[in-house]
Structures are given as structure tokens and as C-alpha cells.
């Protein structure tokens, strides 16, 4: 079975461009989360998708962040405009539903973000 | 404010000692779990906690959850150069949310053969 993929691996762009991250779950998993870890800090949570719906974005930082979830698979994060803050990895995970078996959440490899 | 201290951050010892990994809080979690993290990888689950007080072993890893839930450690005993990596802990509140989860900082731990 596929693990949560993420892409790009890295992405490096310039102050003021745009940048669209993307996460692959794992098939069947309804649960999906986006984290970011920036420079020295601890990996902190940005967003809950409930298969299509968002259920917690709480996390975000502010509205130059938007996520996707069309048809509840993949999901998209995108920066628009990308500021020198946003810098860091940012991780995607994804769980099963409580009473549909184990609820770990299983983390893609992260895609690290650069701005410069 | 960081909700979960986790000590210490940085940790070098020679293959065989042992080591514990703290992680502190002032709150209460409903569960909490430990990942381990290798460069270029996302974390990976080693273990969750649920009940105060729970023990939990893994080969030569044990886990323990602080009777009040709101801190745990991570004690490693005769330390090998393969545990070499990045320890998270990480606290989930609710019981239907364990995916949305505050994360200590981490500590790196280095094995020296």
C-alpha cells in the first residue's frame, strides 16, 4: 500500500510568487492534515480536511495560505504571495476514521518549502 | 507559548548507555505519542499513550504516560548506533482528533559507536 506522498520535495521561489504544495493520502483515508515546521521551531498543525469538508483551520496562518480537497483525495496548499516567513516543511498526514479500524495518522515525506 | 517542553533537545552518549526523553505539559492530553524522524523523511509512529500511568515497551524502548496525562517519557536502555534520529513527542486532546496533535520540539539524539 502507498504511503502519504507529497510534492515537490523542495521548492525553491522568490518573495511574492506563488507555490502550490500537494499531498496524496493514503487511499481510503478520510482524515487529512497539513503541518509546517519552520527554523527552529516545533512541526505545528494548520489544517483538518474531513474528506472534502474542512473540518479545523485553525492553523493557519493567514489568507495568503489556501487548501483544497476536491472530491476528498488530494489535497493542495497553496501560498499566494509567498512571504520570507513561510519558509520551512510542510507536512501532509493522513487517517482513517474512528470506528474504521486504527486512527494513527501517517505522515508524507515533506515538502520543504524555500523562500527567498 | 509552546504547550508540550520536550528535554532535552540535544543528546550525544556512547553506544550502550542509556537515556531518557522527556515530555512536559501543564495540559491534559487525551493521548500521547511518540514518532521518530529520519532526515528527509516525515515523522513515524513508535507508540501511543492513552491511559495515565501506562507503560508501554518497545524492544529496547519504554514509554511511560504521567498519571495525570500530562507528561511522558522515553527512556532507551544500552542505546545502539541505529537509534541515532529525531525524537517527537506529540500530545492529541479529544478522542475522535488524533491526527491533530501539538508536537514538542523534538530532541536529537546521536549514538556514538
Known amino acids: 500500500e502507498a504511503g502519504v506522498t507529497q510534492f515537490p520535495s523542495h521548492s525553491v521561489i522568490e518573495k511574492g510568487q506563488t507555490v502550490t504544495l500537494r499531498c496524496d493520502p493514503i487511499?481510503?483515508?478520510?482524515?487529512l492534515y497539513w503541518y509546517r515546521r519552520v527554523m527552529g521551531k516545533e512541526i505545528k498543525f494548520l489544517l483538518h480536511f474531513v474528506k472534502e469538508s474542512k473540518q479545523d483551520e485553525s492553523g493557519m496562518p493567514n489568507n495568503r495560505f489556501l487548501a483544497e480537497r476536491t472530491g476528498g483525495t488530494y489535497s493542495t496548499l497553496k501560498v499566494q504571495p509567498a512571504e520570507l516567513e513561510d519558509s520551512g516543511v510542510y507536512f501532509c498526514?493522513?487517517?482513517?476514521?474512528?470506528?474504521?479500524?486504527?486512527?494513527?495518522?501517517?505522515f508524507g515525506q515533506g515538502t520543504r518549502l524555500t523562500v527567498v | 507559548t509552546q504547550l508540550l517542553e520536550q528535554s532535552p533537545q540535544f543528546l550525544s552518549i556512547q553506544e550502550g548507555e542509556n537515556l531518557t526523553v522527556y515530555c512536559n505539559s501543564s495540559?491534559?492530553?487525551?493521548?500521547l505519542q511518540w514518532y521518530r524522524q529520519e532526515p528527509g523523511e516525515g515523522p513515524v509512529l513508535l507508540v501511543t499513550?492513552?491511559?495515565?500511568?501506562e507503560v508501554k515497551k518497545l524492544k529496547r524502548l519504554t514509554f511511560q504516560f504521567g498519571d495525570a496525562r500530562k507528561d511522558s517519557s522515553l527512556h532507551i536502555t544500552a542505546a545502539q548506533p541505529g537509534d541515532t534520529g529525531l525524537y517527537l513527542c506529540?500530545?492529541?486532546?479529544?478522542?475522535?482528533?488524533?491526527?491533530?496533535?501539538?508536537f514538542g520540539q523534538g530532541t536529537t539524539l546521536q549514538v556514538k559507536p
Open positions: 495540559s491534559v492530553f487525551s493521548s
Open positions: 487511499s481510503g483515508h478520510d482524515n
Open positions: 498526514a493522513s487517517s482513517r476514521s474512528l470506528g474504521e479500524g486504527d486512527t494513527e495518522a501517517f
Open positions: 499513550v492513552v491511559t495515565g500511568g
Open positions: 506529540a500530545g492529541a486532546r479529544g478522542s475522535s482528533n488524533t491526527g491533530k496533535l501539538i
